[in-house]
């Protein structure tokens, strides 16, 4: 178990994106991130007390969790040395990069030296199946995105959190760092040898009551030439019975590919729901999620209402303003 509460570090991230990891668990475990340490030159800002290691520990942090998610989950120099002097201070460390912590020779003699502990949470550690496609009992939804990073987690769980308060049967299932992290379990989907990815989210959502919801975690997108193919293995390993469209409006290209337009929400349904009904013919189409967090609140109501028409489907920010309607959509499904 990763102890907590966590110490999140946001290392020299670009932007707010790339410490996605850190906002999430800020969002969804806020009881868990005690404060924010950054490195000169860092974009991002979480709005949580920035910290010295010293006062983190003092503060009663038990981990220090890299809450950046870059391209190809490298640690920097930079990064090593903060990590090394955190481990020294009596801090264990938390990961979701690529970048494997117990391979940093330097950092596994500072973690023995100091009886400290690191967690590699993108380490699949079970024996995962290959994919069968037989269909499962229980309901599964999983938001699929335009672009990377759009909104498909925050979706998911706010579905599941909505749905829980109602009382009605529901579980997150975690595929990414983040997830993990803010969840305790889950598949490292993207770090799972690509004959198993699909059968690892089969493993993941096991046969269920006929009224229990599994709201799988999105990765990537099937038009991100980076990172389809885990999201194609979500759409066949967790065999959907509705599909949740999601979408930030104000990107002009695809995230960390500026030479690739966005495709439309049409394009995404067309695209997304015949490959989801290979696996489950009955796979609808329940609504669109989209993150206007980059809008203000006319702008935004606008926006939803514009896509709300085009695509005669319910349209929401269920971060900004709750996921009831979402939920109301899986009904009829």
């Not at 404060?35 to 942090?61: I, V």
């Not at 989801?276 to 006319?298: F, M, Y």
Request: with cysteine; proline share 5%; aromatic share 4%.
């Amino acid at each position: 178990m990763i102890k907590t509460p966590y110490l999140l570090f946001l290392g020299d991230a670009p932007d707010a994106l790339a410490a996605k990891v850190a906002q999430g668990i800020r969002d969804w475990r806020p009881e868990n991130a005690v404060g924010q340490f950054r490195l000169p030159g860092c974009k991002a800002d979480l709005r949580l007390p920035n910290m010295t290691l010293d006062e983190a520990r003092s503060a009663g942090a038990q981990t220090l969790v890299i809450g950046v998610a870059n391209r190809g989950g490298v640690i920097s120099e930079s990064w090593m040395e903060v990590l090394v002097a955190a481990v020294e201070a009596g801090f264990d460390i938390a990961s979701g990069l690529h970048t494997l912590l117990r391979d940093q020779p330097r950092l596994v003699a500072a973690a023995e030296a100091n009886g400290r502990l690191l967690h590699d949470v993108r380490l699949p550690a079970v024996k995962y199946p290959i994919a069968d496609g037989v269909k499962r009992t229980g309901k599964r939804c999983l938001a699929v995105g335009t672009d990377c990073s759009a909104g498909k987690m925050y979706t998911a769980l706010a579905m599941d959190a909505e749905m829980r308060r109602r009382g009605q049967k529901s579980t997150f299932r975690a595929t990414g760092q983040t997830g993990i992290l803010v969840t305790g379990e889950g598949v490292p989907l993207d770090a799972v040898i690509a004959d198993f990815m699909a059968g690892s989210i089969e493993w993941l959502t096991p046969d269920n009551d006929a009224d229990h919801w599994d709201h799988i975690e999105g990765q990537g997108s099937l038009f991100h030439v980076s990172y389809s193919g885990v999201t194609l293995a979500l759409i066949h390993g967790g065999q959907p019975d509705a599909l949740i469209l999601s979408h930030e409006p104000t990107r002009t290209h695809m995230r960390g590919l500026p030479g690739y337009a966005l495709p439309s929400l049409e394009a995404l349904r067309d695209t997304a729901l015949p490959l989801a009904r290979v696996a489950n013919p009955a796979c609808q189409v329940a609504g669109i999620s989209v993150n206007t967090a980059a809008l203000g609140e006319d702008e935004a109501l606008a926006c939803l209402k514009e896509i709300e028409d085009r695509m005669g489907l319910p349209a929401a920010d269920p971060f900004r303003q709750g996921a009831g309607r979402l939920v109301d959509a899986l009904a009829a499904i």
